[in-house]
């Protein structure tokens, strides 16, 4: 049996709370969650399911670093979406670029305001 059961949570550097929330939010429709631990940092966390996001505003390490275009070749984090029309509307509408899944798969890679790259996979057709 493996000592590692399943994956927790994802944490991700922001610098501006209030811009990421109305992309994960207000784009991406996530909930925040009331259960977050005290810290001495702002942040916030969203519920995934019995997974985590968790957006921390904490200086970048990686600040002006040259990103691939294509999030699929940049770390990321990747999103089940259960209304695909819907997410690529919301994408469109609110001015976000993204790039299709080069593997064929129904996928497209974004980025938040920060630029943390993030996946978004579609349901199967």
Do not use: K
Not at 30 to 53: C, K, N, T, V
Not at 87 to 113: K, M, N, W
Not at 114 to 121: P, Y
């Amino acid at each position: 049996m493996p000592i590692i059961s399943h994956l927790h949570h994802v944490s991700l550097l922001v610098s501006d709370l209030e811009a990421s929330r109305r992309f994960y939010e207000g784009v991406l429709e996530l909930a925040p969650s009331d259960a977050r631990p005290a810290f001495d940092f702002e942040g916030i966390w969203y519920d995934l399911g019995a997974q985590q996001i968790h957006l921390m505003v904490l200086p970048n390490p990686d600040l002006g670093a040259d990103r691939p275009e294509h999030g699929g070749r940049d770390r990321h984090v990747a999103l089940a979406v259960a209304d695909w029309e819907t997410l690529l509307a919301r994408l469109e509408q609110a001015g976000i670029p993204y790039t299709t899944s080069r593997s064929g798969r129904r996928a497209v890679f974004c980025r938040d305001p920060d630029g943390n790259a993030v996946e978004l996979i579609g349901p199967a057709v």
